[in-house]
């Protein structure tokens, strides 16, 4: 179940965000974490905004990437603690829809089904990592610091683990959990927890590079292979390939793979519909 429904992201452009920004150009959706001054450290409500604009980027038919970024020098510090803690200390946006069921930053990104990109430009701490576990490119600056310092507080990295789990491997999980220590952008990348690490005078560039090479290729196949792929956790693996092909024959009856098969043998750039 999505946490909002196409109904409820319509009147998105109308309704103003406290703790981060967004902006739509070209097929390109940017969310912009915007709340520096605690690190951005996310509350219920930032939470909830951020699951907001993700529901908006996978509704929204114009969008065809997702480029998640910061302000400030730290990426994002994870869970405010004293706003979930305490209700008074966590400022609502009454202007918000009321989601359908409670908000899980995992589940939201999982849900999104468009390429996603985070560029990080300083540490990640703690629930940070549900941010760009949830993203398919992970851009990093040399200087950049990933830690799970939870158990320094007597507390568990818990959800986090579900993230981590499909891309480092669970005796590696527990490492980074148990000892709390913090790790350098090479060895993140050795992990396979980012995908790139670029200096910081060329990082945004690049990645408006990747997200219009994105944009580019035909966002129905994309979104297509995006959901297969997430499917097939559910379905017994002797079924895999029957499954695959199943969607390859609706895939193929689809708007974009005429038109892709038309430019190709018409010498030309293909016009994607989305569908």
């Not at 994002?76 to 359908?100: E, K, M």
């Not at 468009?114 to 600056?141: D, Q, T, W």
């Not at 040399?142 to 320094?152: D, G, H, I, R």
Request: proline share 6%; charged share 20%; with cysteine.
């Amino acid at each position: 179940m999505q946490f909002y429904t196409k109904q409820d992201v319509e009147k998105f452009d109308d309704i103003p965000l406290l703790f981060i920004q967004t902006s739509l150009e070209d097929h390109i959706f940017r969310i912009t974490l915007n709340r520096p001054e605690k690190r951005n450290a996310f509350t219920p409500t930032m939470a909830a905004e951020i699951t907001f604009s993700l529901a908006y980027a996978h509704h929204h038919p114009h969008v065809r990437c997702v480029i998640l970024d910061a302000k400030g020098p730290v990426f994002c510090a994870g869970a405010d603690l004293n706003a979930f803690h305490d209700a008074i200390a966590d400022t609502v946006n009454h202007n918000l829809p009321v989601p359908n069921q409670e908000i899980r930053l995992g589940d939201a990104f999982a849900q999104l089904l468009k390429p996603s990109i985070a560029v990080v430009e300083g540490p990640v701490l703690a629930g940070g990592f549900l941010l760009i576990c949830g993203c398919n490119f992970v851009l990093s600056v040399p200087e950049a610091t990933f830690s799970l310092p939870e158990v320094k507080r007597g507390i568990w990295p818990m959800q986090v683990m579900a993230s981590l789990m499909p891309i480092i491997p669970s005796r590696k999980i527990l490492e980074m959990a148990i000892t709390g220590r913090s790790y350098n952008a090479n060895e993140a990348l050795g992990m396979g927890l980012i995908t790139s690490i670029i200096d910081l005078e060329k990082i945004s560039w690049e990645a408006k590079v990747l997200a219009k090479t994105i944009c580019n290729n035909a966002p129905y196949a994309i979104q297509s292979g995006m959901e297969a792929c997430q499917n097939l956790s559910n379905i017994p693996k002797i079924e895999h390939h029957s499954y695959l092909k199943s969607q390859l024959d609706k895939l193929l009856e689809s708007e974009d793979a005429q038109e892709g098969a038309l430019a190709f043998k018409q010498k030309r750039n293909p016009v994607w519909k989305g569908r």
